[in-house]
């Protein structure tokens, strides 16, 4: 049961246009997301978060948003650069007991940025 | 700040053998790391959440006695692939938690190839 979806494999984007990606969730005890980027054969690097009290979030160009009611968060990245081609994972955090959060990853969207 | 490593980055083993991965946070102490098997084009997975001097809890489906983890101080953990086989190849990551309870910071990887 994929609780995190992210259901466009990939994406291609212009220079200098807005890139959108999208996630989705099913469990409503999540109560924190995050964004990592991952290149090729390297582990994820944070991006950018977001609490469930909040609806967004920005941090220079990018953005993400929160959508309690409908489970949806998105990414937004603006203007997008030809360094931010990369895979693009979405998660969500919840209490996992004995003070630890366990991440719940989708399967990743795959941004090309084309110069 | 907030650096984990992972030794090696890329090993090749003989079937039957056995493989042990060590993760490093260098500039904070990680009360806990995980440990996170990614196959191609999917999602990473969670394996098992470490906490430093007890044993690791091991996910759904995860066999413990094949894949052993030691979580010995605050700053190391390692997972040891034991009779490794073919299906075992896969990339590796472990991710820390510094500090803020919803936020991981990655490895970069080890890509483990069984022959």
């Known amino acids: 049961d994929q609780q995190v979806k992210q259901n466009s494999p990939s994406l291609s984007v212009q220079e200098g246009r807005i890139s959108i990606l999208n996630c989705d969730y099913t469990?409503?005890?999540?109560?924190?997301f995050l964004w990592y980027k991952k290149y090729p054969a390297e582990g994820p690097t944070f991006l950018i978060s977001?609490?469930?009290?909040?609806d967004k979030n920005e941090d220079g160009r990018f953005t993400v948003f929160l959508n309690k009611s409908a489970k949806h968060l998105s990414l937004h990245i603006v203007p997008s650069q030809p360094g931010d081609s990369a895979v693009y994972f979405c998660?969500?955090?919840?209490?996992?007991?004995?003070?630890?959060?366990?991440?719940?990853f989708g399967k990743g969207t795959k941004l090309s940025v084309i110069p | 700040g907030a650096v984990v490593s992972q030794h090696p980055s890329r090993v090749i083993c003989k079937s039957g053998t056995s493989v042990k991965i060590e993760c490093r946070s260098l500039?904070?102490?990680?009360?806990?790391m995980f440990w996170y098997r990614q196959f191609p084009k999917k999602s990473l997975m969670l394996m098992a959440t470490?906490?430093?001097?007890?044993?690791?809890?091991?996910e759904q489906g995860v066999e413990k006695d094949k894949f052993l983890i030691n979580h010995a101080s605050l700053t190391l953990s390692t997972l040891t692939v034991t009779s490794a086989h073919p299906e075992d190849s896969s990339f590796y990551i472990c991710?820390?938690?510094?500090?803020?309870?919803?936020?991981?910071?990655f490895g970069p990887g080890t890509r483990l190839t069984v022959t």
């Open positions: 991710s820390a938690r510094a500090g803020e309870p919803y936020e991981q910071y």
């Open positions: 469990n409503s005890m999540f109560d924190y």
């Open positions: 977001i609490s469930s009290i909040k």
């Open positions: 998660a969500a955090s919840r209490y996992s007991g004995a003070g630890s959060y366990q991440l719940t």
């Open positions: 500039d904070f102490q990680a009360t806990t």
């Open positions: 470490s906490n430093e001097g007890s044993k690791a809890t091991y």
